[in-house]
């Protein structure tokens, strides 16, 4: 195993918002060959400085198995109206491509990017976790591949520019709903510092990589901070008193059954809420930084300044931003 980081990197989704934050960041690096996978009907335009783009149909494994064959690591995202399979068609091909090399077996990041999935109870009640983790198994089940999750929190301007059912904060109608007392905190993330994990990662030594974290995950934070904070940060942002908000109170627990009672009646905004909600649970929350630690030192990261992150959502929500918009802030 070489002392040398990764060269060749593979990345499905490279014009999505995760999947363009983690590419601009390792193209920034300049120190891989970087392959964007994408559908062969595909228009979204991809950042500039990829070195090859191969279109393929994510349902043929053996078209995807020759784009992987000479891949050394591969970056999965992957949009939520994505095919069920479409993940296990990717890991298999992968899989293959490496059972087929001489020596490159590829290493894999899943369309994961959430919280920790190593916690039973999130597992069995976040409406997340467990499917991501048996993501993870999947590929370690390959004995070929194995896979490094990135567990970032929530995407904090997606989730804060969204509204109230989400992080409970409304940014255009000044209102915000806070869970319990609002005091709970949570590791969450940016776009960005995503991207800037995912080059530092693959700025470790391959064996120094394998050694942290094969078959592990990475975890990485912007901030852990609480409603309270987020609150506070868009008053200062907009220039707002707390006077000019009208501030409610939600119990957690119940807010988050009545989540699941609205998926069951078909509520889109049923999942978000109940999946929300149950990070800021005062027990086998979102806080991972408190639970877990951070490997922000071991992948070149500091924490960002949470007015900064503020201000990107504040005109994502006033401009009326939605998800699969552009992100231009």
């Not at 198994?137 to 989400?166: D, Q």
């Not at 006077?243 to 807010?255: K, L, N, P, Q």
Request: glycine residues 10%; negative net charge.
């Amino acid at each position: 195993m070489s002392t040398a980081p990764l060269k060749r990197v593979a990345i499905i989704g490279a014009g999505g918002h995760i999947g363009r934050a983690i590419t601009t960041a390792l193209i920034a690096s300049n120190r891989h060959t970087i392959t964007a996978l994408t559908r062969p009907d595909s228009t979204t335009p991809l950042p500039a400085g990829i070195h090859h783009t191969v279109p393929v149909s994510y349902s043929d494994i053996p078209a995807l198995t020759a784009a992987l064959r000479d891949i050394q690591f591969l970056i999965i995202t992957l949009s939520v109206a994505a095919p069920p399979d479409t993940h296990s068609n990717i890991v298999s091909a992968a899989a293959a491509a490496g059972r087929d090399a001489v020596l490159t077996q590829p290493d894999i990041m899943p369309n994961v990017y959430g919280g920790d999935i190593y916690d039973p109870t999130l597992r069995a009640e976040d409406l997340f976790s467990g499917g991501a983790y048996a993501r993870c198994l999947e590929i370690e089940a390959t004995k070929t591949s194995s896979y490094v999750a990135l567990l970032c929190g929530f995407w904090f301007e997606w989730s804060l520019s969204l509204g109230e059912p989400f992080f409970g904060i409304d940014i255009k109608n000044r209102k915000a709903t806070l869970f319990d007392d609002g005091n709970v905190k949570i590791t969450t993330s940016t776009w960005e510092q995503c991207g800037r994990a995912v080059a530092g990662l693959l700025a470790l030594p391959e064996r120094e990589l394998s050694r942290r974290f094969k078959n592990k995950g990475v975890y990485v934070g912007s901030f852990t901070v609480s409603q309270r904070d987020m609150l506070e940060s868009v008053q200062r942002v907009t220039g707002t008193k707390a006077e000019d908000w009208e501030v409610g109170f939600e119990e957690s627990v119940g807010r988050y059954k009545r989540g699941l009672e609205e998926m069951k009646a078909g509520d889109r905004y049923g999942f978000a809420r109940a999946l929300y909600t149950r990070a800021f649970f005062k027990e086998n929350g979102g806080n991972f930084e408190a639970t877990r630690g951070l490997d922000n030192e071991v992948v070149g990261v500091e924490k960002e300044e949470l007015d900064e992150a503020v201000k990107k959502a504040v005109k994502m929500a006033e401009s009326s931003w939605v998800p699969g918009g552009a992100y231009d802030f």
